[in-house]
């Protein structure tokens, strides 16, 4: 069982910045492919950025490529989202996703455990 919880959200003006963080339970979080993911009102969940269990792999979408940095901890079982230069449109529900299998692809990892999830606020 995975349980994540994240924080660090909040509102921000448009070209500003925020970090995103995820604190994970379970035995085998080093082995699991992490990722973010976002909902913004009106509309569907949106993946964001995964990262390979070692770190050593990124994936983003493109609209967040260059501002967004997806990062981790694994000693202290915690991913992070560095959102910087960021745009209303950015505006969401920011969720932090586990797929439970041990060193998957993080290419098409498969999430099965979600955080509560954290809301981002970017004004004009």
């Known amino acids: 069982q995975v349980q994540l919880v994240e924080s660090g959200g909040g509102l921000v003006q448009a070209g500003g910045s925020l970090r995103l963080s995820c604190a994970a339970s379970?035995?085998?979080?080093?082995?699991?492919?992490m990722g973010w993911f976002r909902q913004a009102p009106g509309k569907e969940r949106e993946f964001v950025a995964a990262?390979?269990?070692?770190?050593?792999?990124?994936h983003y979408r493109d609209s967040v490529k260059g501002r967004f940095t997806i990062s981790r901890d694994n000693p202290k079982k915690a991913v992070y989202l560095q959102m910087n230069s960021l745009k209303p449109e950015d505006t969401a529900v920011y969720y932090c996703?586990?797929?439970?299998?041990?060193?998957?692809?993080?290419?098409?990892?498969?999430?099965?455990?979600w955080g509560q999830g954290t809301l981002v606020t970017v004004s004009e």
């Open positions: 996703a586990a797929d439970p299998s041990s060193y998957g692809s993080s290419k098409d990892p498969q999430f099965e455990y």
């Open positions: 379970g035995r085998t979080f080093s082995e699991n492919t």
């Open positions: 990262i390979s269990w070692s770190g050593r792999n990124t």
